[in-house]
Each structure stands twice: as structure tokens, then as C-alpha cells.
């Protein structure tokens, strides 16, 4: 039981002991620190679609565009930049959750789902 006069098992014990409580301390605060950048992590546009298509037959070259700009819970912009012969047109939906207040294109319903397929 005693290890050359200088320390018992039960010291030992002890220290151990005092060693994996200052482990589990450690492993709470990476568990929270990890928490605490997932939400962040959430919270960032992470996901991204461009679409380019002809808005109007008469216009060739695919110029018109659209960009989701979207979190991972669906949350983000549509941006749209229509192009016709005489104006260009800019068109942007706030996305809440993939709730949209004003009814999305085909085009920007497609970069929606381009954007959370990634």
C-alpha cells in the first residue's frame, strides 16, 4: 500500500480523482463552447444557389439571374435581377423559415431548392 514512504494508494486515489473532475470540468465547457458556435454556425448564410435563365423570349444569353442567400433553417434573401431589351428590374424576397410574404417565381423557388440541397 505504500509506494516508497512518499504517498499512499489513497492519496493517489485522491489526485486521480481530482484529475478526472478537472476532465469532466473541461469536457462541460468544450460541450458549451460547441453550442455556442453551432447556433452561430446556424445562423450564417451557408447556403447559396444561382440560377440564369431567359426571363422573356425575345432576350437571349440567359441575362436575368437569381441568388438565394439562405441560413440553414431557410431564412435569407431572393434576390432577382430581371433583364429585358430597354430595363433591367431588381426584385428581393425576405425569406423567414421558407415563409415568403410575396409568392416566389419558378426561378427562385428552383434557387431555394438548390440552395438547401447543398
Known amino acids: 500500500m505504500l509506494a516508497d514512504g512518499k504517498a499512499d494508494l489513497v492519496d493517489f486515489s485522491v489526485s486521480l480523482q481530482a484529475r478526472i473532475d478537472d ?42 439571374a437569381t441568388v438565394a442567400l439562405l441560413d440553414s433553417a431557410r431564412s435569407g434573401i431572393v434576390l432577382s435581377a430581371i433583364q429585358g431589351r430597354d430595363y433591367a428590374r431588381i426584385y428581393l424576397k425576405e425569406l423567414d423559415r421558407g415563409n415568403c410574404a410575396i409568392t416566389l417565381s419558378p426561378e427562385e423557388e428552383e434557387a431555394v431548392r438548390r440552395a438547401m440541397a447543398r
Open 23 to 64: 476532465l469532466h470540468k473541461t469536457v462541460d465547457e468544450i460541450a458549451s463552447a460547441l453550442t455556442r458556435v453551432d447556433k452561430r454556425f446556424d445562423g450564417a448564410l451557408s447556403n447559396v444557389a444561382l440560377i440564369r435563365y431567359d426571363a422573356y423570349s425575345d432576350r437571349g444569353g440567359q441575362q436575368s
